[in-house]
């Protein structure tokens, strides 16, 4: 039984990674209607940034705090200088820019600070707490409960604020939007700003346990998209849901479902979300949208 | 009206122009938008306010005047019917508290009598509120039950204009449209 | 024809024109095809002043790290050489050596195009890193006779002189070390539980295979447990979990991936599970993985290694090391401590390559690798006591023997006993 | 890859890259005169290069085939496709395992379409149905899936350590050498599938294509069955990345898990948009962007080839948001302006006026100006 819980609780913390950069990515496509291929790479950016301040003996609250707003500027620039010219054309083009930008950055991380792993504090002590016979490190309570306030943080931003509604206006009809006076530029920048400072606060979570590298998200990425397509684009709460639904299953099928094992366990969200699409094709959250033509 | 006509409004993009000075517009394509519930739509009417009890008011305002939108409040906005929609574009606009409101087309693609709800709205709006209006209406007489004075545009010349009364039975409108 | 299709048909023809020439241009000089040097005659990529030699590895990506290492240690070792005059050559020539590097990002298809850039420019390529790029353009260097050696692979078919009579490996096979570890487990006296956890490649796969080989004959060594995980893993804790259960009180770790070494130390000891740990030479840096991973918990880490770590306080002082290090940040344009051992490595293979240099007669590529597999109990710099660079063992790259370490809380000590 | 959601994947981009052919081509004197040029060109080339540079037109060869895959599914039916570079290493690995077993090379070549179509076209029955969501998780799922299974059926495979095959030498008579022999393989296979596919781009299928990415609904209200195409499209594609994986094998005759990797299908469709969405030119200055790029930041600086990529990338699609393959008209139109001084390059892309909602279906007209 220990086994079974203690594969459950590994399960949410890897699942609060992933989930962690699907918010990013589900908080830039409300505000703009884009998919931010970039988004683990401007993370990874605002994390090298706190490192670098910590590596001056700045305290760690303070240098995670600097890179949070860091990143919200790196993120408002790309929208209103990169991403703006892209955003009305063809969605494939979007989609490549962001490619585009994402090996730019992991370039610049490379060239600045080589490829070496480096070491980033923790936010949380390395100990553990045991309880019912299971031990949980009290970095991935951490995690998974930073994760858990951000998302009601976002849901709460999207659904209860001003704010929120005028960015999903935007994303849905920018003139129109712009016919009700929303100021649509500033809007996008805010958005991609928001996004990119959740992305800092993701990096600095996942730092210390996957050490500091350029590529250290390149791999989480494809797990938030299949957690952002699985929990449904339209709900920051369905997207932390799947990521944990994906991280849990992962470890499990990967220790009782024989045929799977350990090196075909990259298969389980993917199964998963055919599973799920055949059902609800709009994802487990999303809103159900009937549209008249 | 002295004070819109004198300011120089061209080469600003239409919505900061329209909003900041109190023009409400009611576009042809109706801008609805289609993800946000009805409320959501009339919330981003009034982003410009900052009296939220006002915009409350309004909100309530806007659904007596069009009740159709009262049960479909929770709604999406995609699902709407045509008219449904029209008249969300309408409630929209005035939910800046607009002194000038610009309608579109506002009959277009409607069938009649939905067309007819919709203006009888609209004239229970320009005598309750006082809001100055400039329509385009293609529906002569649908037109002429709301406002006071009209010009007929014939292949963008001015070829008539004068009360609405005066106007109403003339032949001249009968030929302007049917031609010849 | 009016004015407007004439211009555009001329920038049809002008655009046609260009792509032809970047075609032909990009080609480099126009020798015929390699491989046709008549006998004797000098060899590509050699002068009388000056011998140049090619590299493809991983510069950007993944392995990015050990990638740049394998280029600096070799560019270090001969910029310093180079600035003492160059090194004197077998035929009495003193040539400068110069090291030309290209990245493959860890493509075999670039690799190959990599090597097929070079080719005709190198005297010999080397110290590439990785298994499948060095095997994309292996049967290619056979057919053009070009010397592909000392890589960092420990793949063995680069080490067998008649499948791959151009090549040679530098680096143990992977079967060596886990081999290595496993001889001091058996002749340990003490009945163990081993518990195995092994990356899906054939860098764990080698491990675990010369481990077995090693512990074939000793029935005091069980094998309780065994699993694998994939080197693109965020996170191998739910395969430490299941190890733990298997309370084993030696775990077998071939794992390359640094960061996931630091979260399996870091999640046995949540587990309260610590048993003696094995760990591959490549993924036992004390500064960079044991002290992050909170080693001193356990009872021993046992690592096998052929080369001196720069970090460990007890080579502080060595001369050997501080030369290494001196040169890595002058010539070898790598600033900051060397994090991979692979740094170690390529340094080594500069000074293996000095000695081939300096015993072959002749500027060509025959006579070098006659002088390269001839060299024998050669003691390169920064080696471990009792370790030596041997070319002349058929079946075995350069460096074959390796002594196994112990953690001693801030370097390691060799051992020849499992306590 | 647009957005996940339908609605973008439908919006009807009328960016001008998605017209078939550039200009150049539609006048009838370059009908006529172009394709035989072409070939006597291709035909004298590989005797006139160097080595390497055979070698490099003929890598340009094999990934302009993927591309031209990617194309068909992507490009032209607007469906998101990021798994062609599991196609491509699963047609290098049935090429390898055909030709080490001995078979001959013909059956090797018919097996190297068979196996990736048949696959394919299995993976489009089950997921077309869903919707663009699914199809682009799915396709993602082939090449992260796919790595490990190839290291598990090492038999197969070879494991990591990967299957080479040397099987194009050059014939004993012809007195070529191996890399013109190759060369000329990859020009002859190549410019086959490069005909056929431009046929059928150009024919009926080709537009039922163009309005099942227009439109899904206008298709179907067309009696046109987005279903049927998009599995159709994606079968063909799949199809195709299997020859791409022959003529893999014919260049760099070896493979391994690494060939399959996911990076390489994102690099594919990077390819794909930068050489031009959507046109058989752009296939080509796709497969040449996807070769070259990397042997020009090796010439440039080796350590920094990460940024490098990204800023080329980037500068193209600033100044190219169509592609090179749109190069000639963007010079055509500052051209003929800049007579009047004004000439500033305006992306020749119409915006399509939203950017794509949220919603599951298509974008509604009414948004638009016009009424449906």
């Known amino acids: ?293 | 009206m002295g004070k819109f006509i004198q300011l120089v409004v061209d080469g600003l993009s239409t919505g900061s122009v329209y909003a900041a000075l109190g023009i409400a517009h009611v576009p042809e394509g109706r801008g609805t938008l289609g993800d946000l519930t009805v409320r959501e739509n009339l919330r981003v009417g009034a982003y410009l306010r900052k009296d939220a009890k006002g915009v409350d008011r309004d909100i309530d305002y806007c659904l007596d005047l069009f009740p159709n939108l009262q049960d479909r409040i929770k709604s999406n906005a995609s699902a709407l019917s045509g008219g449904e929609q029209q008249m969300l574009a309408v409630a929209r606009a005035i939910m800046s508290k607009p002194r000038l409101l610009l309608l579109d087309e506002a009959s277009l693609g409607l069938a009649p009598s939905t067309a007819k709800n919709v203006y009888d709205a609209i004239r229970r709006l320009r005598t309750e509120s006082g809001i100055s209006m400039i329509v385009v209406e293609q529906n002569a007489n649908l037109a002429f039950t709301l406002v006071d004075s009209a010009t007929v545009l014939e292949v963008g010349r001015n070829v008539l204009t004068g009360t609405s009364a005066e106007l109403k039975g003339m032949d001249e409108i009968r030929r302007a449209y049917l031609g010849g | 024809m009016n004015m407007h299709l004439r211009s555009r048909k001329a920038l049809g023809i002008a655009v046609a024109s260009a792509l032809a020439v970047t075609m032909s241009g990009c080609g480099g000089d126009d020798t015929g095809r390699s491989g046709d040097a008549a006998e004797g005659a000098p060899s590509p990529g050699i002068t009388d002043d000056s011998v140049t030699l090619g590299i493809t590895t991983p510069l950007s990506g993944a392995t990015a790290g050990p990638g740049t290492c394998t280029v600096a240690g070799v560019t270090a070792y001969f910029g310093a050489k180079n600035a003492e005059g160059g090194v004197e050559f077998g035929d009495g020539k003193t040539r400068t050596v110069e090291i030309e590097a290209l990245d493959d990002t860890y493509d075999p298809q670039q690799a190959a195009a990599n090597y097929d850039q070079l080719k005709g420019d190198v005297f010999a390529m080397t110290a590439g890193l990785g298994t499948p790029t060095n095997r994309a353009w292996r049967d290619a260097a056979i057919a053009d006779e070009v010397p592909q050696v000392l890589i960092m692979t420990g793949d063995p078919l680069f080490s067998d002189t008649e499948e791959s009579p151009w090549q040679l490996g530098f680096v143990p096979i992977y079967q060596n070390e886990g081999e290595a570890f496993g001889e001091v487990l058996a002749t340990s006296g003490g009945d163990h539980r081993v518990a195995i956890l092994s990356q899906n490649d054939d860098f764990g796969a080698g491990y675990v295979e010369g481990f077995k080989s090693a512990i074939e004959g000793a029935d005091n060594i069980e094998i309780v447990d065994e699993l694998t995980y994939e080197a693109t893993d965020t996170s191998v804790d739910a395969q430490i979990t299941e190890l733990a259960n298997s309370d084993a009180d030696v775990f077998f770790n071939a794992m390359s991936v640094t960061p996931l070494v630091i979260s399996s130390l870091q999640k046995a000891q949540q587990l309260g599970w610590t048993p003696s740990w094995f760990l591959p030479s490549n993924t036992s840096s004390p500064t960079a993985i044991l002290e992050p991973g909170g080693a001193a918990a356990f009872p021993g880490i046992y690592s096998v290694s052929f080369s001196k770590a720069p970090q460990s306080p007890a080579f502080a002082e060595d001369p050997d090391v501080v030369e290494y290090l001196a040169a890595l940040k002058q010539y070898g344009n790598y600033p900051d401590p060397p994090a991979f051992p692979h740094c170690q490595w390529s340094w080594m293979v500069g000074a293996t390559l000095e000695q081939a240099f300096q015993n072959m007669e002749e500027p060509t590529r025959d006579s070098f690798m006659e002088a390269l597999r001839s060299i024998e109990n050669f003691e390169a710099p920064l080696m471990l006591p009792d370790t030596s660079v041997n070319t002349t063992e058929g079946g075995q790259p350069a460096v074959s023997t390796v002594v196994v370490q112990k953690y001693n809380g801030r370097g390691y000590d060799t051992v020849t006993a499992f306590e | 890859m647009a957005t996940p959601s339908t609605s973008t994947s439908s919006t009807p981009s009328t960016s001008t890259a998605s017209s078939p052919a550039s200009p150049l081509w539609q006048r009838p004197w370059a009908r006529w005169a172009g394709p035989p040029l072409i070939v006597v060109v291709l035909a004298v080339l590989p005797l006139v290069m160097t080595e390497s540079a055979n070698d490099t037109l003929a890598r340009i060869g094999v990934f302009a085939v993927a591309v031209l895959g990617l194309n068909v599914v992507m490009g032209y039916t607007g469906q998101v496709s990021l798994g062609q570079i599991f196609f491509l290493g699963l047609g290098a690995y049935v090429t390898a395992y055909g030709v080490q077993s001995g078979w001959n090379i013909v059956l090797v070549f018919v097996l190297t379409c068979l196996i990736p179509a048949v696959v394919g076209l299995l993976v489009a029955l089950a997921a077309a149905r869903l919707g663009g969501l699914a199809i682009a998780m799915v396709t993602i799922a082939l090449p992260i899936v796919g790595v490990p299974l190839a290291k598990r059926l090492s038999d197969f495979t070879g494991g990591s350590q990967g299957l080479s095959a040397r099987f194009v030498e050059a014939p004993e008579g012809s007195g070529l050498y191996d890399d013109q022999w190759q060369l000329y393989v990859v020009l002859v296979i190549g410019g086959i599938v490069f005909l056929l596919t431009s046929l059928l781009v150009r024919g009926k299928y080709g537009r039922a294509f163009a309005i099942v990415k227009g439109n899904e609904n206008v298709a179907s209200s067309m009696g046109i069955s987005p279903y049927r195409y998009k599995v159709l499209a994606f079968t063909i594609a799949s199809l195709i990345g299997g020859v791409s994986g022959f003529l893999y094998m014919v260049v760099v005759q070896y493979t391994s898990p690494e060939t399959m990797s996911f990076g390489h299908s994102i690099e594919l469709l990077v390819a794909m948009v930068i050489g031009g969405a959507g046109s058989i030119v752009g296939s080509i200055l796709g497969g040449a962007f996807y070769v070259v790029v990397p042997d020009l930041t090796n010439a440039v600086d080796p350590s920094l080839t990460a940024l490098l990529q990204g800023a080329l990338l980037l500068a193209v699609l600033f100044v190219l948001p169509g592609g090179l393959v749109s190069l000639p008209r963007v010079l055509m139109r500052r051209l003929r302006r800049s007579p009047a001084g004004r000439g500033s390059a305006a992306p020749p892309t119409t915006p399509s006026s939203t950017t794509g909602s949220g919603t599951a279906a298509e974008e509604t007209e009414t948004e638009r100006q016009g009424h449906a």
């Not at chain 1, 305290?59 to 949070?68: E, G, K, M, T």
């Not at chain 1, 001003?162 to 003139?175: S, Y």
């Not at chain 1, 958005?191 to 590529?215: C, D, E, I, Y």
């Open chain 1, 1 to 293: 039984m220990g086994k079974f819980v203690q594969l459950v609780v590994d399960g949410l913390s890897t699942g609060s990674v992933y989930g962690a950069i699907a918010l990013a990515i589900v908080l830039v496509h409300q505000a703009t209607g884009l998919i931010n291929f970039a988004q683990g790479g401007m993370a990874v950016l605002a994390t090298y940034v706190a490192w670098r301040l910590t590596v001056n003996d700045v305290p760690l609250i303070f240098a995670i705090l600097v890179s949070i707003l860091f990143s919200f500027v790196v993120g408002a620039v790309v929208e209103r200088w990169l991403m703006r010219r892209f955003e009305r054309g063809d969605p494939d083009t979007a989609v490549v820019v962001t490619i585009g930008l994402l090996t730019l950055i992991t370039g610049i991380c490379g060239w600045l600070w080589t490829y070496n792993n480096q070491q980033f504090p923790s936010l949380f002590p390395l100990d553990t707490v045991s309880f019912l016979g299971v031990s949980i490190s009290i970095r991935s309570i951490g995690t998974t409960l930073v994760i858990v306030v951000a998302m009601i943080a976002l849901q709460g931003l999207f659904v209860g604020t001003k704010l929120g509604l005028a960015l999903r206006a935007v994303a849905i009809n920018p003139e129109s939007a712009a016919s009700s006076g929303l100021p649509v530029g500033r809007l996008l920048m805010v958005g991609w700003g928001l996004a990119a400072g959740l992305g800092a606060v993701a990096g600095a979570l996942v730092a210390p346990q996957l050490t500091l590298t350029p590529g250290m998200l390149d791999s989480t990425l494809v797990y938030a998209l299949a957690a952002v397509i699985l929990g449904g684009l339209t709900s920051p709460i369905g997207v932390v849901v799947a990521a944990w639904i994906i991280g849990v299953l992962e470890n499990l099928a990967a220790v009782y479902v024989p045929f799977i094992g350990f090196d075909l366990k990259v298969a389980v969200p993917f199964i998963l979300i055919f599973v799920v699409l055949i059902v609800r094709p709009q994802g487990l959250f999303g809103r159900k949208v009937v549209v008249r033509v």
